[in-house]
């Protein structure tokens, strides 16, 4: 099999975001995206998308976790080492990753607005229904001939 010096570089690109390559990796990588402007380009977008990732925020279980860490470790090692050498493996795992973590701020974004109309109808009613009840618990009150007659009866 020919050596493929872009995928050493994104293997290596992937493997330093997640934890540290050593010395000879990074000086070869370094000399590598010196002069490679697509390797470059993706170590900038791996790094955005890792970034973006971090910005997510939302409670689990401690030990789910570690198991999906442990899990996305072992799949990105099995990747690597040759079990799927495929590119659109690898882009469409990351792609089934981005909309598992997408989906659920999705729904929570689009939910928001219909929980606004409801309670924004909710305040119409009670204002309509407050509108017209309270005149009429009232009139007794500014009616005070009203109220005398009803009790000369």
Same mark, same amino acid.
């Given at each position: 099999?020919?050596?493929?010096?872009? @995928? =050493?570089?994104?293997?290596?690109?992937?493997?330093?975001?997640? @934890?540290?390559?050593?010395?000879?990796?990074?000086?070869?990588?370094?000399?590598?995206?010196?002069?490679?402007?697509?390797?470059?380009?993706?170590?900038?977008?791996?790094?955005?998308?890792?970034?973006?990732?971090?910005?997510?925020?939302?409670?689990?279980?401690?030990?789910?976790?570690?198991? &999906?860490?442990?899990?996305?470790?072992?799949?990105?090692?099995?990747?690597?080492?040759?079990?799927?050498?495929?590119?659109?493996?690898?882009?469409?795992?990351? *792609? *089934?990753?981005?909309?598992?973590?997408?989906?659920?701020?999705?729904?929570?974004? =689009?939910?928001?607005? &219909?929980?606004?109309? *409801?309670?924004?109808?909710?305040? @119409?009613?009670? @204002?309509?229904?407050?509108?017209?009840?309270?005149?009429?618990?009232?009139?007794?009150?500014?009616?005070?001939? *009203?109220?005398? =007659?009803?009790?000369?009866?």
């Amino acid at each position: 099999m020919p050596f493929d010096a872009h @995928e =050493k570089a994104r293997r290596l690109i992937d493997q330093s975001l997640t @934890e540290q390559i050593g010395p000879e990796d990074e000086g070869w990588l370094l000399e590598h995206n010196a002069g490679c402007a697509d390797c470059v380009q993706y170590a900038e977008l791996s790094q955005r998308v890792v970034r973006g990732l971090h910005g997510f925020s939302f409670e689990m279980d401690e030990g789910v976790a570690g198991r &999906v860490q442990a899990a996305a470790t072992a799949h990105a090692q099995r990747v690597w080492s040759g079990g799927l050498r495929n590119s659109g493996a690898v882009w469409l795992t990351v *792609a *089934a990753a981005a909309l598992l973590l997408a989906v659920p701020v999705y729904q929570r974004w =689009k939910a928001r607005p &219909v929980v606004d109309a *409801a309670d924004a109808a909710l305040m @119409e009613r009670v @204002e309509d229904r407050v509108s017209r009840e309270v005149p009429r618990a009232l009139e007794p009150l500014l009616q005070p001939s *009203a109220v005398a =007659k009803g009790a000369d009866q």
